[in-house]
C-alpha cells in the first residue's frame, strides 16, 4: 500500500489568488492522480500526473488553470490559479502502482474561495 | 470512455437491514472494479476490489459485491448493516493503466 500525505490540509484564499497544494507518496509508485471533489458530488478527474512531461487533463479542464508538477515518482503539485468561489473543493491526490492495483488517497485539500 | 452508474443516490436503512448498492458500468473490455467508502469527515477507503477469478468479491467489515460480467454490474451487499456503516459509498472502474472513474455515490443513512 502506499501512504500519500498532502499539505495543505485545508484552506481559505481570497479570489484571484493561487494556491499550491503537495502531494507527497511514501513510495516509488507510476501513476499520480489529481481530483476534485465538490461539496455533495462525487470525485472528477482533474488530470493525470506525469513524471518528466506535461500532465494529461481530462475535458474541461486546463493547464492554465491547474498547472500540476511531477519532478520525481513521490511527488506531485498542484496549482489552483486566479481562484473564483466556484473552485471551492476538495482536492485530492491519489496514486496506483500499476495495473491490477487499488488507487490510494491523500485526505485531501479542502479549498474555500472568499 | 468508461463510465460507471450508481443508480441509488440516498438509502435509508434501519440497523440490521440487508443492504444492496447497485452499480454499472460501461465498457466492453476488461475491467477492474471497486467500492470505496468515506465515512463523514474522513477520506477514502477501500472496501473491496475485483481484477480477476471469482466473481463474488469479499471486503472488509462484512462487505462483498458480486460482478456479473453479463449485465455490466458490481453491487455491493451487506446482510446486516450497522449505525457505523453510515457513510457515502463509491463504485469505480478502471481498465488498466488508466485512472479510476468514479460513480456519483450512494449516501447511506442508517437508524436505529
Redesign the interface.
Known sequence: SAVISQKPSRDICQRGTSLTIQCQVDSQV??M?WYRQQPG?????IA?ANQGSEATYESGFVIDKFPISRPNLTFSTLTVSNMSPEDSSIY?C?SRT???T??F????TRLTVV | AQSVSQHNHHVILSEAASLELGCNYSYGGTVNLFWYVQYPGQHLQLLLKYFSGDPLVKGIKGFEAEFIKSKFSFNLRKPSVQWSDTAEYFCAVTTGNTPLVFGKGTRLSVIA
Do not use: K, V, Y
Open positions: 507510476t501513476m492522480f458530488q462525487s470525485l472528477t478527474l493525470t485530492l491519489s500499476g495495473t491490477d487499488e488507487a488517497f491523500g485526505q485531501g
